[in-house]
């Protein structure tokens, strides 16, 4: 990759971030982790008291969340690998991934309600447009607005979202979330960092990490949504 060859406007405008997984866990009903739930292992209680139609309800919203986390890091790659490379499939990657991140929060939404809603595209966004800044220093070799990305990231995604999703849910631990969130930015940051140094091997297994990371992220948020309301699963 000729690292003069600087993305365009339209191609950081479309650019966005960060794919999957571990299926094992998508298909685990009443399945959490420590990072998010209360309990960190199957949470048998529930499992036994499950009946077939609330067990599909609650498989539902798993395979929901994870493809959908699944898709977010495919997109993220792709859409990575054309802006910075200048492709011409830029704008409409760019575009499938914020549709994508509103499927998330449609997600969110169908749970805790519109305002729920447009607060987490409206945090979520941030991250996106933040990484397109972030990609683009890289390029440059601008480490200061590297760094002015992520702290952004951090101060106005990371903690903001923990803090809402907990104040949510009882069963999600704020701290434990703004961890996993975090770990999640730092394995898109160096997905980038090794597109722009040519580490296509390195890319490929950040890639394949950050799938398994995001489907327990995920997984683990449908099992204290189902642990919230057990009588809609």
């Known amino acids: 990759m000729d690292d003069s060859n600087k993305p365009s ?4 405008t ?18 959490g982790i420590t990072a998010i739930v209360e309990h960190s292992h199957y949470n048998k209680k529930l499992a036994a008291a499950t009946v077939p139609t609330s067990a599909t309800k609650a498989a539902d919203l798993r395979t929901t969340l994870v493809t959908l986390g699944i898709d977010h890091m495919t997109l993220t790659d792709q859409a990575v690998d054309a ?39 409206a945090v979520w966004k941030i991250h996106l447009d933040q990484f397109v800044d972030y990609a683009v220093a890289d ?17 106005q995604y990371t903690i903001p979202l923990s803090k809402y999703l907990a104040s949510a849910n009882p069963n999600i631990s704020e701290s434990a979330l703004q ?9 898109t940051a160096t997905m980038i960092d090794d597109h722009v140094k040519g580490n296509y091997t390195a ?10 990371h995001i489907a327990t992220l995920f997984s683990g948020l449908s099992a204290a949504i189902v642990k919230q309301y057990p009588s809609k699963f």
């Open 203 to 212: 890319e490929a297994n950040e890639l394949s990490m950050a799938n398994t």
């Open 83 to 121: 802006a910075l490379d200048g492709n011409a499939d830029a704008t409409a990657l760019g575009t499938s991934l914020y549709a994508n991140g509103n499927d998330i929060g449609a997600a969110v939404g169908s749970v805790y309600g519109a305002s729920a809603q447009k607060t987490f595209d």
């Open 14 to 31: 479309a650019f966005t971030t960060g794919m999957v997984v571990m299926l094992i866990l998508g298909l685990l009903v009443g399945f």
């Open 9 to 12: 406007t339209k191609a950081k």
């Open 139 to 155: 390029k440059e070799g601008n480490t200061a607005a590297m760094q002015t990305a992520l702290n952004t990231i951090q101060t």
């Open 179 to 187: 961890t996993e969130l975090s770990d999640h930015v730092a394995m």
